[in-house]
C-alpha cells in the first residue's frame, strides 16, 4: 500500500518539480540579476507546490474511491480481482507458480473464506486511512523542502546561493529519497 501511495502522485508532480529546477539553473547560468530572478523562482516553485498538493488530494480521493469499490465486492469478486492481478495490491507475477498462493482454493474452505475477508477488510481499511495518512506524511515532507527551498531563495544575495539552493533541493527530490522513505516506513510497519 505504501508503493501504492508513492505511484499515486509523486512521480510526475515532482519530475515537474525537477523540470523546473533545471530551468532555473539555465536561468541563473545566465546571470541574470538576482532581484528580478528571485520573484520568477518564487513564483514557479509556488505554482509546482500547489500543484504538489492538489495532486495529493486527488491522490487520496483515488485512494478512498478504490476503498469503497473494493467494500462493493463480494468475496468472489475480489478474489477475481486478485486472480488477475489488476488491483496491485498483491503481485505474484514474480513468485514461481508452485509458491503462489491460490485463492480459489482458499475460497473453498470456512478457515480460508475467513482469511480472505479479513485481508479484503484490511486493504478497505488501508485505503480508506493508512493511505491517505501516508499521502500527508508525504506531502508534508516535500512541501517543507519547497517552502525551505523558497526561504534560502529570498535570503540569496548571489548567483552562487541560488545555485546552492537548487542543488540542495534537486538532491531532495530524487526517487531515491522517496523510495528510500517508502522502506522506512514498510520497515515500521513491519516491526
Given at each position: 500500500l505504501l508503493h501504492f501511495t508513492a505511484k499515486a502522485f509523486f512521480p510526475k508532480q515532482v519530475q515537474a518539480v525537477k523540470l523546473s529546477l533545471k530551468n532555473l539553473?539555465?536561468?541563473?547560468?545566465?546571470?541574470?540579476?538576482?532581484?528580478?530572478l528571485k520573484p520568477k523562482i518564487s513564483a514557479e516553485l509556488g505554482q509546482r507546490r500547489g500543484?504538489?498538493?492538489?495532486?495529493?488530494?486527488?491522490?487520496?480521493?483515488?485512494a478512498i474511491e478504490s476503498a469503497t469499490e473494493l467494500e462493493r465486492l463480494s468475496t468472489e469478486e475480489f478474489v477475481d480481482r486478485v486472480e488477475?492481478?489488476?488491483?496491485?495490491?498483491?503481485?505474484?507475477s514474480k513468485v514461481p507458480p508452485e509458491q503462489r498462493l491460490n485463492f480459489r482454493e482458499l475460497l473453498?474452505?470456512?478457515?480460508?473464506?475467513?482469511?480472505?475477508?479479513?485481508?479484503?477488510?484490511?486493504?478497505?481499511?488501508?485505503?480508506?486511512?493508512?493511505?491517505?495518512?501516508?499521502?500527508?506524511?508525504?506531502?508534508?515532507?516535500?512541501?517543507?523542502?519547497?517552502?525551505?527551498?523558497?526561504?534560502?531563495?529570498?535570503?540569496?544575495?548571489?548567483?552562487?546561493?541560488?545555485?546552492a539552493s537548487v542543488d540542495k533541493?534537486?538532491?531532495?527530490?530524487t526517487e531515491e529519497r522517496l523510495k528510500e522513505a517508502v522502506a522506512k516506513q514498510q520497515e515500521k510497519l513491519t516491526e
Open positions: 539553473r539555465e536561468k541563473i547560468r545566465l546571470k541574470g540579476s538576482v532581484y528580478e500543484d504538489l498538493v492538489a495532486s495529493a488530494e486527488a491522490a487520496k480521493s483515488k488477475k492481478g489488476d488491483q496491485g495490491f498483491l503481485d505474484q473453498g474452505t470456512k478457515e480460508g473464506r475467513t482469511a480472505i475477508e479479513q485481508y479484503k477488510q484490511r486493504l478497505v481499511d488501508a485505503l480508506k486511512k493508512d493511505v491517505p495518512a501516508q499521502i500527508d506524511k508525504l506531502l508534508s515532507e516535500y512541501t517543507s523542502k519547497i517552502d525551505d527551498f523558497l526561504k534560502e531563495v529570498e535570503a540569496a544575495k548571489n548567483h552562487d546561493d541560488l545555485s533541493l534537486d538532491k531532495a527530490l
